[in-house]
T-cell receptor, first 113, second 111 residues
Framework: DAGVIQSPRHEVTEMGQEVTLRCKPI?????LFWYRQTMMRGLELLIY????????DSGMPEDRFSAKMPNASFSTLKIQPSEPRDSAVYFC???????????FGPGTRLTVL | QQQVKQSPQSLIVQKGGISIINCAYE??????FPWYQQFPGKGPALLIA?????SEKKEGRFTISFNKSAKQFSLHIMDSQPGDSATYFC??????????FGTGTRLTVIP
């Protein structure tokens, strides 16, 4: 049984470039979450979707960040243009609505030079 | 504003000892308190969780103690093993499934 799948696992890009992170939630899960993890700020919730609809994007740091969930099996987090301070590990997690356990993917380590 | 405060930031324990990590919260709307374990290069994984109507929950060597009146909860790892070396995050969830993490505790168990 596959868990949450994220790609790429590592991304190195230059400042100003567009970055797209991808996530495939566990089949049957209705809620999907994007988190960012840094040493300074720990784990931060960026946005979450329920049934493909964005519910809370108050954690998205600024307009350079956008997230989409076109269907139940795929979500993207896009940063355009990227900046060095965006360097972090980005996690995607999914859960069945109305249950409490979030299952995390392995993360994407983003480095913006 | 940190919704969940966690301490200590790092912890070193001898093999066989007891590891204790503490967390505190203010928001009484939290109704579920999970602990996550994260190994380097991996995503957080649910370790054990408790609801506020229970004062203690034990799963193997891992125990959560919950003090609702004090708004505090803690993770106890009995007979700590080197394989327990990881970063531990407490968290709290509201009914809307908003998950707030503590800042993490890096546990090192010395053989």
């Amino acid at each position: 049984d596959a868990g949450v799948i994220q790609s790429p696992r590592h991304e190195v890009t230059e400042m100003g470039q567009e970055v797209t992170l991808r996530c495939k939630p566990i089949s049957g899960h209705n809620s999907l979450f994007w988190y960012r993890q840094t040493m300074m700020r720990g784990l931060e919730l960026l946005i979450y979707f329920n049934n493909n609809v964005p519910i809370d994007d108050s954690g998205m740091p600024e307009d350079r960040f956008s997230a989409k969930m076109p269907n139940a099996s795929f979500s993207t987090l896009k940063i355009q243009p990227s900046e060095p301070r965006d360097s972090a590990v980005y996690f995607c997690a999914s859960t069945i609505s109305h249950t409490d356990t979030q299952y995390f993917g392995p993360g994407t380590r983003l480095t913006v030079l | 504003q940190q919704q969940v405060k966690q301490s200590p930031q790092s912890l070193i324990v001898q093999k066989g000892g007891i590891s204790i990590i503490n967390c505190a919260y203010e928001n009484t709307a939290f109704d579920y308190f999970p602990w996550y374990q994260q190994f380097p290069g991996k995503g957080p994984a649910l370790l054990i969780a408790i609801r506020p109507d229970v004062s203690e929950k034990k799963e193997g060597r891992f125990t959560i103690s919950f003090n609702k009146s004090a708004k505090q909860f803690s993770l106890h790892i009995m007979d700590s093993q080197p394989g327990d070396s990881a970063t531990y995050f407490c968290a709290a969830i509201t009914g809307a499934n908003n998950l707030f993490f503590g800042t993490g505790t890096r546990l090192t168990v010395i053989p």
